[in-house]
């Protein structure tokens, strides 16, 4: 008998301890919910906006006053709504058929948007005003027919009127060359 209740005091022990190693306590609020479901869908007019190359559509879901550092080396400098509106233009110039493949390239799971800070080296949030987003572009470069993808990583936050406020990207803006380049090289007759 004391066996037992030895084995079934080590079982309640080894029970309580794995439940709250595995409850992190955190609740996401339905309001939080819906503002980060609210964010994905301003994220996705940005997107339709590339696909129907219609600048005022991409730029609708950006503050006045957004600072986007890009994915190109620039000296770190943050640029201004100004400089975001010409480098869509300039997108559009060079490629058509811009799509963006949500969770696309993201090796262990399909989901392209994420939120809140579960393990952070912070303090631990469910602000979803901070998105992450992982996938992959893909377009037709313009003048030679080059088809070009790449891996994409974006940081977004967004203001309290749901807008994009600042925005960083991550990508290899010179590999979309290297793919061009290589279509080019492939196909000379």
């Not at 952070?120 to 377009?139: I, L």
């Not at 993808?149 to 940081?155: A, C, E, F, H």
Request: charged letters at 20%; a negative charge.
């Amino acid at each position: 008998m004391k066996k037992l209740k030895t084995i079934f005091t080590i079982l309640l022990f080894a029970t309580i301890i794995y439940s709250c190693n595995n409850s992190t306590g955190i609740v996401v609020s339905d309001e939080e919910k819906a503002k980060f479901q609210a964010q994905i869908e301003t994220f996705k007019t940005f997107t339709d906006g590339f696909l129907n190359e219609d600048i005022d559509l991409l730029m609708s879901v950006m503050a006045d006053s957004v600072q986007w550092s890009p994915p190109n080396y620039n000296g770190n400098q943050l640029i201004d709504s100004d400089g975001l509106r010409a480098a869509g233009i300039s997108y559009f110039e060079g490629f058509d058929g811009i799509t963006f493949n949500e969770g696309d390239g993201l090796v262990g799971s399909d989901n392209g948007f994420w939120s809140g800070s579960l393990y952070s080296a912070g303090e631990t949030n469910t602000d979803p005003s901070v998105m992450r987003v992982y996938g992959t572009w893909s377009m037709t470069h313009t003048e030679t027919g080059a088809p070009v993808s790449n891996k994409w990583y974006g940081v977004l936050t967004f203001n309290e009127d749901g807008k994009i406020a600042v925005f960083s990207d991550w990508m290899d803006v010179n590999g979309m060359q290297v793919q061009v380049n290589n279509y080019v090289e492939s196909n000379k007759q």
